[in-house]
């Protein structure tokens, strides 16, 4: 299961509820059920994105916080946005 539902994700504040809980189903689903049933890739396809959007927040919000701080050099908050630090 992801570290975060999806009312904790920001990338998810415009989406429906329905759509949220397409994405928690397709997180669950590749966790526990990847069987092959119909809609098999859609659903790892779902949970793959979320993963990475969940990477490319973190990532943002550690960028912010270096220019809040004023710390931080264009180059290395462009490594930071890019994961270059992983």
Known sequence: MPTKTTTEREWCISLTDRE?????????????????????NAKLIIAKLAKLLDGREAHIKQAIELLDENEASNGHIINVLNGAYD
């Open 20 to 40: 949220r809980a397409e994405i928690e189903f397709s997180e669950l689903y590749q966790t526990n059920y990847g069987h092959g049933t119909d809609g098999h």
